[in-house]
């Protein structure tokens, strides 16, 4: 006999999963029992659901199998939700199987009892209960199938009684359909493209992760054209490194040379992006986009030729129709500019910065009177001393912009992030779930204080099964990003102070092995040692809390609010 939570494991570990993540409880105890039983999946016990939904989600991103979290009931399930959220938005493969109460009390608000086909009916692309044994296989693989065919989550409800219920003697095992294949944008929007972009004097690309299993057409178009390449922050991850056309990020944690890029092109040509900051695209501009999702084209600006279509398979016959352009100009322009650009920036990584010119002590009167670490040193010595695959996750808000200035992404290292739903929290559950993956590669967590301390208690987790993250702390002592969007719109600093506790004494007892760094002499020791450290590890690092990061294109209006903001926090703390 086989019951329902058997065949639901057996068929999952068969297709390759390897790790099913949650909170046990009572009504997917069959469940749990099933994967105690079956040596080929691994139970991960997070200490909140939600950190089971953003690991798995990680693992989807990163060897697109599909991942599987667990919540029990209407509480647990309700925890899964944000994780759940950020998967469908980092169209991440998902599964999440969410027990239910007993089938004869539902509908009655029984205890614990909320409507899953409600509650998940805007971040599921597939909501099904099971409400009988013969439905199995077909809804497991209607579950499934939905995950991969849109990229995103599919919620499987199972009511507390049906665990344990055999499935009908003959029935069949799940068996789950192949993904599809991408294919080039019709002959016709080639054509029009290759006419527009023939007739340009000036383009610029601004290309995004759609564009990764296309990188070699994408530095070939950039070549045939000689353009500048905008990357957007995911699409760092394989296409930054010997890249002579790249010029670095647009946005807030941009810089000027991607700024004017854009700016000073007449043709602007998304690849494979749905870069979402409308204010950041030029005006004026004739503007091509290519995405594999129709959805995508002119939602963020209005798109003059659109190429529907798989960003490699179209480049490949958009490519030899493009004759060479000779002037370099246009490209040599705004790769100068970004090359400036950094050399200003590494100024900043010497300890001894403020000691060195008269801007660095003005600047350390001003924005560091308390000779804090600056967070550029650290995240420039997490580059230096991270392994060459590495895989890196960073919290939402200062700490993607440290990342983003100052953490290359060579040829074998990923990056993971909330970079679409913008969550808080999700660095150090990603770092857990991406450990869990690949227990022998370097993992490394770009953790702010405001984001750790929500999902602290899973720090124990990578304690509990030997996941060797490393967890880089920016401990500033603020939420840093809210604090500086504040300030620029002339606002004081409000509500933004944490009252941090000794963060590394905290892991300590938690057992990682952790240090506290206060001295920027001592953050590049401090990371090497981490680094070479065995298991789990967090380094605390107090920051600069008044570090600012000035956007590509300061506004009047920013500087002046910042202004306001500065007097009327001096004001008020007097």
């Not at 900051?277 to 501009?285: A, M």
């Not at 100009?329 to 100068?336: D, F, I, R, V």
Request: aromatic share 6%; proline share 5%.
């Amino acid at each position: 006999m086989t019951t329902v939570a058997e065949s639901i494991v057996d068929a999952l570990a068969t297709h390759g999963v390897t790790q099913m993540w949650g909170v046990v409880g009572d009504a997917l105890n069959p469940v749990t029992d099933a994967i105690r039983k079956d040596d080929r999946v691994e139970w991960i016990g997070v200490r909140h659901e939600e950190a089971a939904a953003f690991a798995v989600s990680a693992q989807a991103q990163l060897d697109g199998r599909i991942g599987v979290c667990m919540g029990t009931v209407g509480p647990g399930s309700i925890h899964l939700l944000n994780g759940l959220y950020d998967a469908k938005k980092s169209h991440a493969p998902v599964l999440a199987i969410c027990g239910q109460v007993p089938s004869e009390e539902m509908g009655s608000d029984f205890f614990q009892e909320v409507d899953n086909d409600v509650l998940f009916a805007d971040v599921a692309v597939f909501c099904g209960t099971v409400t009988s044994p013969s439905q199995m296989p077909l809804l497991l693989e209607q579950a499934v199938n939905a995950a991969y065919a849109h990229s995103g989550v599919a919620v499987l409800t199972l009511p507390g009684d049906l665990g344990d219920m055999a499935i009908p003697d003959g029935a069949r095992p799940a068996t789950f359909a192949p993904s599809a294949q991408w294919a080039a944008a019709p002959e016709r929007q080639i054509a029009e493209a290759a006419r527009v972009l023939q007739d340009a004097d000036k383009v610029t690309l601004l290309v995004g992760k759609g564009a990764q299993e296309g990188r070699q057409e994408v530095l070939d178009l950039a070549r045939t054209l000689q353009a500048p390449m905008v990357l957007s922050l995911k699409a760092k991850e394989g296409l930054e490194h010997d890249n002579p056309f790249e010029v670095g990020q647009s946005g807030l944690i941009g810089n000027p040379a991607a700024a004017h890029a854009m700016d000073d092109c007449d043709v602007l040509f998304l690849v494979g992006t749905d870069f979402p900051y409308r204010d950041w695209y030029p005006t004026g501009k004739t503007v091509i986009q290519l995405d594999a999702r129709q959805a995508h084209i002119g939602r963020r600006t209005a798109v003059g030729h659109a190429l529907v279509g798989d960003v490699a398979e179209t480049l490949r016959l958009l490519n030899p129709r493009l004759t060479p352009v000779t002037d370099s100009s246009h490209l040599q322009k705004a790769t100068g500019e970004y090359a400036s650009w950094k050399d200003r920036q590494r100024a900043l990584v010497d300890p001894a910065y403020e000691k060195k010119s008269l801007i660095g002590k003005v600047r350390g009167v001003f924005d560091n009177p308390d000779d804090r670490i600056r967070p550029e040193i650290l995240a420039a010595a997490v580059d230096r001393h991270a392994a060459p695959d590495a895989i890196l996750t960073a919290d939402t808000g200062m700490s993607t912009v440290w990342l983003s200035r100052f953490v290359h992404l060579g040829a074998g290292r990923r990056l993971l992030g909330s970079f679409n739903l913008g969550s808080m929290a999700n660095a150090m559950p990603q770092a857990l779930g991406a450990q869990a993956l690949d227990r022998n590669r370097q993992v490394v967590s770009f953790s702010g204080d405001g984001g750790l301390m929500m999902l602290l208690g899973d720090l124990r987790t990578a304690v509990t099964y030997g996941l060797n993250v490393k967890v880089v702390v920016f401990d500033n002592g603020r939420l840093g990003m809210v604090k500086l969007e504040q300030e620029q719109g002339g606002l004081p600093e409000w509500g933004t102070e944490l009252d941090n506790p000794d963060i590394a004494a905290v892991a300590t007892a938690l057992g990682l092995q952790a240090r506290r760094v206060e001295n920027p002499g001592d953050v590049d020791e401090a990371v090497r040692w981490a680094f070479a450290t065995d298991g789990p590890v967090l380094l605390d690092v107090v920051t600069n809390p008044e570090e600012v990061s000035v956007p590509p294109k300061p506004t009047i209006s920013q500087g002046w609010g910042f202004a306001i903001a500065k007097m009327k926090e001096s004001i008020e703390s007097r």
